[in-house]
C-alpha cells in the first residue's frame, strides 16, 4: 500500500466508492498516450490507479510534465510538487519548466484529457469551481484556462454538498468556470454524460440504486434501460 504522510491517503482495496473509488474508475477513461491535466483534489488521485500497462503523461499546471503516484510515506520531497502543493514523484523522462510554457501547452491544445473537480455542474455542460460568494479563495488558478482549451473534459466530484444538496444542477448558482464545456462526469454515485437533453446516466456505483440518483440529482436525469453498475477493477 502506497501511503503519503501530507497527502491523502489511498488503498488499492476499495470497498465503497469514495473519493479513491470515483478516481479508480475516472482512471479507466484514461487512454494510451494521453497527455492529462490533473486538477486539484479527487482528480490528483487518479494517477495511482492508472495501468500498468499504458503510457500516460500527466501535466500539473504548475510546469511538471511526467508525475507519477504519491511518494511513499518518508520518500517525499518538498521540492516536487503539483499545482495542488501536494507531494508527488517524477517518472523516468519528465520535466520541469515555468508556467508560461505550461500555459502555453494548455491554451495551445496538447493536453488531452483534462481531470478537475466541480463545485457545481449544470445540465447543460457549464461548470463552476473555483468560487463561493463570502468565502476566501486563493484564487481561480488555471481552471478557466484549462475548460476553456481542453478537447475532453471528465469533472470528478461528490453527487451532493455536506447538506445533501444536489451538485448537479439545472443551472449553476455559482460563479462559471466554463461554460457548455463538460463531457462526462464521475461521482460517488454515478458516471453521467453530458447530452442536449441534460445528465444522461450510464453508471451505477456498487450497491447504488437509480432512484436514489434521481433523488440526488436536481437537474434533468435522462435514464435509458437498464443501468450497469460501475466496474472498478
Known sequence: MRKESN???????????DKNGIAKRIAK???DGYYVN??????????????DDISVEFQSENGVLGMGPFPFEGEEDADIINAGKQTITTLPGASFFDSATSFSMIRGKHVDLTILGAMEVAENGDIANWKIPGKMVKGM????????????????MM????????KLLKRCTLP???????????????????????FILLERAPGVSVEEIKQ???GTLIVSGDIP???LD
Not at 38 to 51: D, H, K, Q, S, Y
Open 38 to 51: 490533473l486538477g486539484i483534489g479527487i482528480p490528483t488521485l487518479v494517477a495511482n490507479f492508472v495501468r
Open 216 to 218: 440526488a440529482t436536481e
Open 159 to 166: 453527487h451532493t454538498n455536506r447538506a445533501g444538496e444536489s
Open 141 to 156: 488558478g488555471g481552471a478557466m484556462d484549462l475548460v476553456s482549451s481542453a478537447e475532453d473534459i471528465i469533472v470528478a
Open 29 to 31: 477513461e484514461v487512454k
Open 176 to 198: 462559471l468556470t466554463g461554460v457548455k464545456c463538460v463531457k462526462k462526469i464521475v461521482t460517488n454515485l454515478a458516471v453521467l454524460e453530458i447530452g442536449p437533453e441534460g
Open 229 to 231: 453498475e460501475m466496474k
Open 7 to 17: 497527502n491523502e491517503p489511498y488503498e488499492k482495496e476499495i470497498k465503497m466508492l
